[in-house]
Structure formats: structure tokens, C-alpha cells
């Protein structure tokens, strides 16, 4: 079976196609802009602007395609709506429609935010069919373009699975800047304060990458029955901004200062209803957060 996952420059296309790539059985191939970084031996395409699709024709027609390539950072900024659908949306939506142009055919997973795009949700934890009420950019853009993928699987017949993630971390690479789980372990080391918003009290979702590209490998081996799927990853277990502080502290021995802003387009508490992963595919996560983050920490320089 062979596998694409696009935008392995990333740390977490980077993790998923590392993974899949000692998996027997699959034929892992990475498409980014430039190689994967600290892997040579991986298969990767190179493109300049991988969402053209000119790679689609070297690949099968039958590929299933784990798709990370797009708008990953939550605080990048719009002019407007326009501006959104011109520099977001649109090259999404006719990436796909190119790559059905070629001839493809086959299994497409589209990542989305199990977060952001349901706003401040008054009851936890969220199942998938709970009411989306996106706040920010970020959060429309993924939902839109979670619509315009279901319109154009209906319509060509391709299987298609949105997975909506909670907050991955614990990457092997470290960008800095990107995850908030990175970024407190930075500022532990360096001393610069960290900024928390309305308080630090709210609730996140965190999944160890480990359990994320499980459920993404669970999900490639998964025999299907519906068309279109839309499932939740993550561990089901929420956790302050003040508590995952609290807990790098206790790791690393270190004092983080902290600054706190307001913030009125944050969401509420977010933790995710991750059992019909469970019912679906026997998915469930394995790694606690207290492990998950001696792991993480562990790969930093001492």
C-alpha cells in the first residue's frame, strides 16, 4: 500500500512519514517543499509548491493521502475573509481537484483542529457531531475546507476521513515557536516569561505524537463503510495551562515566568469525546501526559 503524507518539513508530517516508513507493508513517500530534515534515507518528492500536484501522476492511483501541508499556526493574520479564501482555502481545495485531474482515486485524510473550530463549547467532551462555532481565522479556514473536501469526495467518489487533532506534542524535531509544549520547555531553559492568556485556565487536550500516528496508521488499516468520516485524536483528558507549567516546573527544576494577557478570541476549555476512534478502529491513546513530557524533555540539550 503506498502512503503520501505532504508537508514532511513539518514537525508532524515529519513524525508521520518517519513512522510509517519502518512500517511493513507501506511504501511511505514525503512531499514538501524541501527534504525532511534529519532523515535522509526517507522517500520524499521536493516541490517548490507541493499543492500544484505536478507529483500526482508519479504516484498511485490508489494512494492514500495523509494530508498536513497547509495553515499550521493558529496567530498567522488576515486582512479579511477574501483574503483567507485567496491564500488559504482556495489552493487547498484545488490541490485535491488536481490531484483527481491526474487520475487519483484513493484514501484522503485531511488533518484538522479538534480545538479551534468549536469554539467555547458549554458542555465536555466534545464529540464530533458537536455544534463547530469557529472564533478565529484559523478555525474557519479549517472548517471550510473540511466542506469543500466532503462536496468533492460525495461527488467523485473518493474516501475521505477528517481528523480532527487535539494539541500534538513531543515531536523528535524542535522548530521552536510551534506548540505550546515546546515553547514552555524553552522558556524553563532560557528564562524569558512565557505569555498566558486570560489566566491560563483554560483546558487543553494534549496527545503524544507516539499515539497520534497510531491512530493514523489505525485509521490507513481500518476496512471502511462510509464515504466521508470525521474522527477525533486525542487523550481525552484536559489540562490547565497553569497545570502543564506547573508540571514542566516539577520536570525540568526550572521556574517559568509567566505574563498574562487578555485574549477574547481564545477559546474556552477544549478535551475531545475520542471514542468512537475507540469503536471504529480500536484506537485509544497509551502515553500519559506526565511521560509524554519526561520524553519530550529528555531530546532537549541539557
Request: aromatic share 6%; proline share 5%.
Amino acid at each position: 500500500m503506498q502512503v503520501i503524507v505532504t508537508g514532511t518539513t513539518g514537525v508532524l508530517g515529519f513524525e508521520t512519514l518517519q513512522v510509517l516508513d519502518r512500517v511493513t507493508g507501506l511504501d511511505a513517500i514525503g512531499v514538501s517543499r524541501r527534504g525532511p530534515l534529519g532523515n535522509d534515507r526517507l522517500t520524499n518528492l521536493t516541490r517548490p509548491n507541493l499543492l500544484d500536484a505536478d507529483w500526482a501522476r508519479e504516484i498511485d492511483r490508489g494512494a492514500a493521502i495523509i494530508h498536513f501541508a497547509g495553515l499550521s499556526s493558529p496567530r498567522e493574520p488576515f486582512h479579511d475573509l477574501d483574503d483567507l479564501w485567496q491564500q488559504t482555502i482556495r489552493p487547498q481545495v484545488s490541490f485535491v481537484t488536481r490531484l483527481l485531474d491526474a487520475g487519483w482515486l484513493g484514501h484522503f485524510v485531511y488533518i484538522s483542529s479538534g480545538g479551534a473550530i468549536y469554539g467555547d463549547a458549554p458542555e465536555l467532551p466534545i464529540s464530533e457531531t458537536h455544534q463547530t462555532a469557529p472564533k478565529t481565522h484559523y478555525a474557519l479556514q479549517k472548517l471550510t475546507v473540511e466542506a469543500q473536501l466532503s462536496h468533492l469526495a460525495l461527488r467523485h467518489g473518493f474516501p475521505l476521513t477528517i481528523l480532527r487533532l487535539s494539541n500534538p506534542f513531543g515531536a523528535q524535531l524542535q522548530t521552536g515557536g510551534r506548540g505550546v509544549v515546546s515553547m514552555l520547555i524553552e522558556a524553563a531553559r532560557s528564562g524569558k516569561p512565557f505569555t498566558i492568556q486570560n489566566g491560563g485556565k483554560a483546558k487543553r487536550d494534549f496527545l503524544h505524537v507516539d499515539d497520534m500516528v497510531e491512530g493514523i496508521h489505525a485509521i490507513l488499516r481500518r476496512k471502511r463503510s462510509e464515504a466521508i468520516d470525521i474522527v477525533h485524536l486525542g487523550s481525552g483528558v484536559g489540562t490547565s495551562i497553569l497545570e502543564l507549567i506547573s508540571e514542566i516546573e516539577h520536570q525540568t527544576g526550572r521556574q517559568i515566568r509567566t505574563v498574562d494577557v487578555h485574549a477574547p478570541s481564545v477559546v474556552g476549555d477544549i478535551v475531545l469525546d475520542v471514542s468512537r476512534a475507540k469503536e471504529l478502529f480500536r484506537w485509544a491513546p497509551k502515553i500519559p501526559l506526565s511521560e509524554g513530557l519526561a520524553r519530550t524533555i529528555a531530546r532537549y540539550p541539557a
